[in-house]
C-alpha cells in the first residue's frame, strides 16, 4: 500500500485505512458487517448480488464489496431504504429457490437461507420461478453435486475455480435471465475438465454445488449395489 | 479483439462456430475453453451449429409491433409454417424504424412486412424491398464542407495553428454534452481524458445505437462518416490518443461499409495513419463490429467487449477518462458528439450556438418513427418544440389525433399529447418527468393500446438485460411475468408493488439498464390515469 492514509465515516463512526480498501472492509475494520453474497475475503470482489449496496450519497447506491473508499467519504451502511432494497433482493432471489436447500442439509451453511432468516423473511410473494425445477440439476459429477436452480450467479465459483485454483473450468454461460453457470464448452460437470478439488463447491453460497458423500460415490462405483 | 475477431470470422465464414472451432481456437489462442464459452453463449451473432438457408430476424420491438400490430411475428411465423429451409427468429429493435415494420434476410436490412415475407419465401424478393440509405441524401448543416476536397478542413487548420486547450474550451462555449443520451458536457469529458495519468490513450466511438426508435446514427453514419472519423481525430489530438475505434453494431451493414470506405479514403489521402497532414501527428483507426447487444452500447460493456470478454457493465468508478481500455484513460463518445466537433471548430463556438432557438444552444438529430405520417430523421434547433418536430413529419399518420410520445427512447417516460410543446432540450424534459435521451421521438396515436406499447419497452430491457447483477436480471423477469399474468387473467393482484421493486431496480443496479428498466410503465401508471388499457393493471395493483 501505498500513499497516505484515507479518513471516512461509516454510519458516524469515523476510520482511517489505506488507498485501495473497499468499504466492505473498512466496515470490517469498524466490526460492522454489511451483508454481500457474491464477495468472499480471498476473491477479487465483482459487486454482482448488490446485497451490500451503501448510500455514499450518489444517484445510486454503491457496492461497498467494489467501492474503494475516498478521503472524506460519509457512508451509510444501514437505513430504512437500505433494508427495504436488500429485503427485495433477497425476495428475488428466493423465488428461484428450490424449496429446501441442498446445502442446509449437508454443510449447513446456505448464505442466502440464513440471510432470509435475520430478514425474517417467512413468504414469497413473487411467481414461482422454480416451480417444476426448470434450470435443472447436473449429477454427472462423482463428487459435486450442480443444482442450476439453486445458483444465484454470484460468481463465487467461477472466481474460485479460475483465479484461485487456475483450474480454468467454470463460466457464465448464456445471458439475462437465462445466464447460469457451465463448464468448459457447456458439458455436464462430469465430463469437463474440472479435477473434483472441491473449491467451487466450498466457495458457493447456496445449494448450487454442493459435495457428495462418499458413500454416494462408493454406492455409484459398486455399480449402485448398497 | 482477437478472440471475438476470430469467432467473428468464423461465424461470417461458416455461419457457426462450433465447439470443434472453439477446441481449435482454444489451442491456437492459449486460452481455456470456458472462456469462449463464456463469450459464445453471451453474443447474439453466433451460433452453434449453422442455420438454415434462409435466416429472418423479425424485429420484436415497439415501433415494429406498432406499424405491423402484435400479432405481426405469429403471423409470420404462421406464413412461413414449418418449412426446414427458413428459420424465423424474434430479435431486439435492428434500427430501421422509419421503416417499421423491418427484418434483416441473412443480416440484410429489409421492410419486414408479410408481404416482404412472403416474396422473400417465393424467390421473389427483390431489391426493391431493400431497405438501407432510405433518407435521401441531403446537405446538413453540422457538415461545414461544401466539397470532398474541403473535408477534415478543421483538423488541417488545428495541426497547422491550433491548441487543444482552444478546443476544450471551444466545446465548453458550445455547450456540447453527450448526444447518446447520458448528456455528459463534452468539453469537461475531452478535458479529464487530456489530463489523466497516462502514455497510452484511446478514442472510441460507440456507434453502437440500439435502443427502440433510435437510428440517427444510422443516417449519419452512412451519409456523414467524414465527420465521426474527423471528430475523432481531433479528439485524438486533443487528448494525445494514437488508437482509436469505432465500435458499430453488427445490423448496420450499409453504414459499415461507408465507414470502411471512409477510412481507407482517410488513409489514401493522409489524414489518417503517421505525420497527418504533414504534421507529427499519427493517428490509426479500425472499425469493430458488434457481435450484438444493446447493453453493449453501454460505455463499460462495450469496452469489456473489445478486450474479449462478457459484455457486462463494469462497476464504476473508475470511470473510463481514467480507466478505460485496457486500464487506459479512454475518450468514448457518440457518433454524433464526435460529428458535432468538426463543425463547433470550423464554424466557432458562438455559430453553434446561435443554430439553437433562442435560449438553447445547438442543432439536434432526432429519430422520428411512431404513428406519424412521415417517419425519419431531422437535424433541428435545440430547444425546437415537440409539436414542431411532429410537423416535419407530416403530423399523425393518419390524420388521427395524438395520445402520447416518448420524447428520447424506451427509457424516457411516455408524456400526454397535452405537452406538445415542451421544447427538445436535456433540462426542459427532465423539468417535466422525461428526458431527451438520444432524441429518438416515437409517437402513439389515439387509438393505441397505451400498455402495450409500455410493456414492450420493458421486454425490450428484460430481454437485452446482461444478466450480471440480481436487480436487473432478476427484476426486469420477474415484472414482466407478473404483469403477463394479470393481462392473461392468471392473476387477481400484484404480489408485490411495482413501483418498489422499480425503487430497487433504479438504486441497486450496476448501470442505466436496470435502473431504468421498469421506468416506461410505471411512469405511463402515475402519468395516465385515464388511460382505459392501464386500468387492467391499476385495478390488480398490491
Redesign the interface.
Same mark, same amino acid.
Given at each position: 500500500m501505498s500513499g497516505k492514509m484515507l479518513t471516512l465515516t461509516i454510519d458516524g463512526r469515523t476510520v482511517s485505512v489505506p488507498p485501495g480498501t473497499t468499504i466492505w472492509e473498512a466496515a470490517r475494520l469498524l466490526g460492522i458487517d454489511i451483508p454481500v453474497l457474491c464477495h468472499e475475503p480471498r476473491m477479487e470482489p465483482?459487486?454482482?448480488?448488490?446485497?451490500c449496496?451503501v448510500d455514499v450519497g450518489e444517484r445510486?447506491?454503491a457496492?461497498s464489496c467494489?467501492?474503494?473508499c475516498e478521503d472524506g467519504m460519509n457512508v451509510v451502511s444501514q437505513s430504512a431504504?437500505i433494508e427495504?432494497?436488500r429485503r427485495?433482493?433477497t425476495?428475488?432471489?428466493l423465488?428461484?429457490q428450490p424449496e429446501s436447500s441442498a446445502r442446509e442439509a449437508t454443510t449447513g451453511d446456505d448464505a442466502l437461507y440464513a440471510l432470509a432468516r435475520r430478514q425474517g423473511i417467512d413468504e414469497i +410473494?413473487? +411467481?414461482d420461478?422454480a416451480r417444476g425445477h426448470p434450470r435443472g440439476r447436473d449429477d454427472s459429477s462423482p463428487v459435486i453435486a450442480v443444482d442450476h436452480q439453486a445458483c444465484?450467479?454470484c460468481d463465487r465459483c467461477i472466481r474460485g475455480c479460475?483465479e484461485l485454483q487456475h483450474n480454468?473450468?467454470?463460466?457464465?454461460?448464456?445471458?439475462?435471465?437465462?445466464?447460469r453457470i457451465?463448464?468448459?464448452?457447456?458439458v455436464p460437470m462430469g465430463s469437463s475438465?474440472c479435477v473434483a478439488c472441491g473449491e467451487c463447491a466450498a466457495v458457493c453460497p447456496t445449494g448450487a454445488l454442493t459435495h457428495k458423500a462418499l458413500q454416494h460415490w462408493r454406492r455409484e462405483w459398486a455399480g449402485g449395489e448398497e | 479483439m482477437r478472440l471475438l475477431k476470430a469467432m467473428l470470422a468464423l461465424q461470417e465464414a461458416k455461419g457457426a462456430v462450433t465447439?470443434a472451432d472453439?477446441?481449435r481456437l482454444a489451442r491456437d489462442e492459449g486460452v481455456?475453453?470456458?472462456?469462449?464459452?463464456?463469450l459464445r453463449?453471451?453474443y447474439p451473432a453466433f451460433r452453434e451449429q449453422p442455420g438454415p438457408p434462409v435466416q429472418i430476424q423479425l424485429c420484436r420491438d415497439v415501433v415494429c409491433r406498432l406499424a405491423a400490430g402484435q400479432d405481426h411475428c405469429q403471423r409470420v411465423r404462421a406464413a412461413v409454417g414449418d418449412r426446414a429451409d427458413v428459420e424465423v427468429r424474434e430479435v431486439s429493435c435492428i434500427g430501421l424504424c422509419d421503416q417499421a415494420p423491418a427484418m434483416l434476410l441473412n443480416g440484410q436490412p429489409r421492410r419486414g412486412r408479410l408481404e416482404d415475407v412472403r416474396a422473400c419465401l417465393g424467390g421473389t424478393g427483390s431489391d426493391s424491398a431493400c431497405v438501407a440509405g432510405t433518407t435521401p441524401a441531403r446537405r446538413w448543416p453540422t457538415d461545414p464542407y461544401a466539397s470532398p476536397q474541403a473535408r477534415y478542413g478543421s483538423l488541417r487548420r488545428l495541426l497547422a495553428a491550433g491548441r487543444p486547450e482552444e478546443v476544450i474550451a471551444s466545446l465548453k462555449q458550445a455547450a456540447l454534452r453527450g448526444l447518446g443520451g447520458a448528456a455528459f458536457p463534452t468539453g469537461l469529458k475531452w478535458e479529464l481524458t487530456r489530463h489523466a495519468a497516462g502514455a497510452e490513450k484511446y478514442v472510441v466511438c460507440n456507434a453502437d445505437e440500439s435502443e427502440p426508435g433510435t437510428f440517427k446514427d444510422r443516417l449519419l453514419l452512412e451519409q456523414l462518416p467524414h465527420l465521426v472519423v474527423e471528430g475523432m481525430l481531433i479528439g485524438a489530438w486533443v487528448i494525445g490518443a494514437r488508437r482509436g475505434i469505432i465500435y458499430l453494431r453488427h445490423e448496420y451493414v450499409h453504414a459499415a461499409q461507408a465507414l470502411r470506405q471512409e477510412i481507407e479514403r482517410a488513409y489514401a489521402t493522409g489524414a489518417l495513419g503517421q505525420g497527418i497532414f504533414g504534421s507529427d501527428f499519427g493517428f490509426d483507426l479500425e472499425l469493430f463490429i458488434s457481435p450484438g447487444?444493446y447493453i453493449l452500447g453501454e460505455e463499460t460493456a462495450l469496452l469489456e467487449a473489445l478486450e474479449d470478454r462478457?459484455g457486462e457493465p463494469r462497476?464504476k +468508478?473508475p470511470f473510463p477518462t481514467n480507466a478505460g481500455l485496457h486500464g487506459r484513460p479512454t475518450l468514448i463518445n457518440n457518433v454524433e458528439t464526435f460529428a458535432a466537433v468538426p463543425a463547433i471548430c470550423w464554424h466557432g463556438p458562438d455559430w453553434w450556438a446561435s443554430q439553437g432557438k433562442p435560449g438553447y444552444k445547438g442543432l439536434k438529430f432526432v429519430s422520428v418513427s411512431g404513428d406519424v405520417a412521415r417517419p425519419g430523421v431531422h437535424c433541428v434547433p435545440w430547444g425546437s418544440t415537440v409539436r414542431e418536430v411532429l410537423e416535419l413529419c407530416g403530423g399523425v399518420a393518419g390524420g388521427r389525433k395524438l395520445k402520447a410520445f416518448s420524447p428520447g427512447g424506451a427509457s424516457t417516460p411516455f408524456l400526454p399529447a397535452s405537452m406538445l410543446d415542451t421544447p427538445l432540450d436535456f433540462d426542459a424534459l427532465k423539468a417535466v418527468g422525461s428526458a431527451l435521451g438520444t432524441g429518438a421521438m416515437v409517437f402513439v396515436a389515439e387509438h393505441r393500446n397505451l400498455l402495450d406499447v409500455v410493456l414492450a419497452q420493458v421486454r425490450f430491457f428484460?430481454?437485452?438485460?446482461?444478466?450480471?447483477?440480481?436487480?436487473c436480471?432478476?427484476?426486469?423477469?420477474?415484472a414482466v411475468?407478473?404483469v403477463e399474468?394479470v393481462l392473461a387473467g392468471a392473476?387477481e393482484a400484484l404480489?408485490?408493488d411495482l413501483g418498489?421493486?422499480h425503487?430497487?431496480m433504479?438504486?441497486?443496479?450496476?448501470c442505466g439498464l436496470g435502473?431504468v428498466a421498469l421506468l416506461p410503465l410505471i411512469d405511463a401508471l402515475r402519468r395516465f390515469p385515464r388511460e382505459p388499457s392501464l386500468q387492467s393493471l391499476r385495478r390488480v395493483r398490491s
Open positions: 465483482v459487486g454482482v448480488c448488490r446485497l449496496v445510486t447506491l457496492a467494489v467501492r474503494l431504504e427495504h432494497h427485495m433482493l425476495l428475488l432471489l423465488s428461484e +410473494p413473487f +411467481p420461478g444465484i450467479l479460475n480454468h473450468v467454470i463460466t457464465r454461460s448464456g445471458k439475462g435471465y437465462r445466464a457451465a463448464f468448459d464448452l457447456d475438465s | 465447439d472453439l477446441q481455456p475453453l470456458h472462456r469462449l464459452q463464456g453463449s453471451f447487444g462478457r462497476n +468508478p428484460r430481454n437485452e438485460s446482461c444478466g450480471k447483477c440480481v436487480p436480471r432478476l427484476g426486469s423477469q420477474k411475468a407478473m399474468q392473476r404480489p408485490v418498489e421493486l425503487e430497487t433504479a438504486r441497486t443496479s450496476i435502473q
